[in-house]
């Protein structure tokens, strides 16, 4: 029996003949809008061999449309209670798996390779807005074997996340995405769209995977605490809040800056990648000739 996701009414009936309700902190909104899924789905599947993996799988709106069109769909759902609405609106997909595990958690790398093999593997998800964040530096960092992330977000977040370094709406974030990939908004999502409707609208966007970095720090671990040092206090000084975060002088920082020819009340939110690498480099260079004191 095939269900129409869509339908406002279909989905309460469905809810309620489970006894299911809405968690709060689980951040759960259900798309209604019969649009946007298959718009992602279309983004999301390169061809008929794409393997996904859906984070989040709802009732199956988004994940019926994804079965319709790849190969394979590997949805990981946290919430068990979802798992018997979820047998009967996939029962007719045959290329469907359900992972019940917390997508923070999952080793993705492993699971990648034991569900898709040698498949050509992308990410659809809608996300909730309290975890967006983690999801997006998991996979990123994981430095997965995937092609593209096809997400929904809240708007304020696709923002910040396709923002180019250096401009206002940047942040760490921002960083990773630029770093690992390339970012594009796809189109706009209302509110209304969801049921329950939420206070914010949202923004699907892609980011597709790079082969190479843009820049090319001397040490990768320094450059992500450096990035991630200059932005946990945006509103202090890069000499504060570099200080603070890397354990370094104050003095040393301001000598650094000057070195790298940045004035010494510059803040984070100024500096490009080319910039973040450039200073990275120098605490790289200041912390080896630190050691060998």
């Not at 923004?203 to 671990?221: C, G, H």
Request: proline share 3%.
């Amino acid at each position: 029996m095939m269900y129409n996701l869509s339908d406002i009414g279909t989905v309460k009936r469905l809810l309620e003949e489970n006894g299911f309700h809405f968690s709060k902190s689980l951040g759960q909104n259900f798309l209604i809008d019969p649009e946007v899924c298959p718009q992602m789905a279309n983004e999301a599947v390169s061809d008929g061999e794409t393997g996904i993996i859906e984070i989040g799988a709802g009732v199956g709106v988004l994940t019926t449309e994804l079965a319709k069109r790849a190969e394979k769909v590997v949805s990981i759902e946290l919430d068990k209670r979802l798992l018997p609405i979820l047998s009967k609106t996939l029962c007719d997909f045959d290329n469907v798996e359900i992972v019940n595990e917390d997508v923070l958690k999952v080793d993705l790398k492993r699971l990648i390779k034991e569900k898709f093999g040698d498949r050509k593997v992308s990410v659809c998800a809608n996300l909730p807005y309290y975890i967006t964040s983690p999801v997006i530096m998991k996979l990123l960092e994981s430095k997965l074997e995937i092609e593209k992330i096809i997400v929904m977000v809240q708007k304020e977040a696709a923002d910040r996340i396709c923002a180019e370094v250096g401009d206002r709406d940047s942040g760490a974030l921002t960083a990773a995405v630029n770093y690992y990939s390339k970012a594009e908004k796809l189109f706009f999502v209302p509110r209304e769209s969801f049921i329950p409707s939420p206070k914010v609208d949202s923004e699907v966007i892609s980011l597709r995977l790079l082969k190479e970095s843009p820049v090319k720090p001397k040490d990768e671990t320094v450059f992500w605490q450096t990035v991630k040092a200059a932005f946990a206090q945006r509103r202090k000084t890069a000499v504060n809040s570099l200080s603070a975060g890397l354990s370094i002088e104050k003095s040393a920082v301001s000598l650094i800056l000057k070195e790298c020819g940045f004035e010494e009340n510059i803040r984070a939110e100024r500096f490009t990648m080319n910039d973040f690498c450039l200073l990275a480099d120098r605490i790289t260079d200041y912390k080896i000739k630190g050691e060998n004191r």
